[in-house]
């Protein structure tokens, strides 16, 4: 299994973007999605999640400002973010629980490449 993401990029304070996360290998089920960012210095923070339910969450810090959601079809999730501070500047990094084959009852947590988000005018 992996995931790739993408979508990062230089924006000015006030901007918009989406980053996606596609994944691809050996999936059965696809269960929750994760997005986390880390800025210089700072640890690794859950901005998003969405459950296969379709229930979501999201940190207080883009709460309003962004939206997490999936191309089922595609195995792709995507993070829509507006309203952009200097503060969301940070390297975005997608995760997913996936469960690769019938037989795998308990799944696990993948990770997948970062990118790079700078807010900057």
């Known amino acids: 299994v992996q995931l790739q993401a993408s979508g990062g990029g230089l924006v000015q304070p006030g901007g918009s973007l989406r980053l996606s996360c596609a994944a691809s290998?050996?999936?059965?089920?696809?269960?929750?999605w994760n997005w986390f960012r880390q800025a210089p210095g700072k640890q690794r923070e859950l901005v998003a999640t969405?459950?296969?339910?379709?229930?979501?969450d999201y940190s207080g810090s883009v709460k309003g400002r962004a939206t997490i959601s999936t191309d089922n079809a595609k195995n792709t999730m995507y993070l829509q973010m507006s309203s952009l501070k200097p503060e969301d500047a940070a390297v975005y990094f997608c995760?997913?629980?996936?469960?690769?084959?019938?037989?795998?009852?308990?799944?696990?947590?993948?990770w997948g490449n970062g990118t790079l988000v700078t807010v900057s005018s």
């Open positions: 995760n997913a629980h996936i469960e690769t084959t019938r037989r795998d009852r308990y799944g696990k947590y993948y």
């Open positions: 290998g050996s999936i059965f089920r696809l269960n929750t």
């Open positions: 969405l459950t296969s339910g379709g229930a979501t």
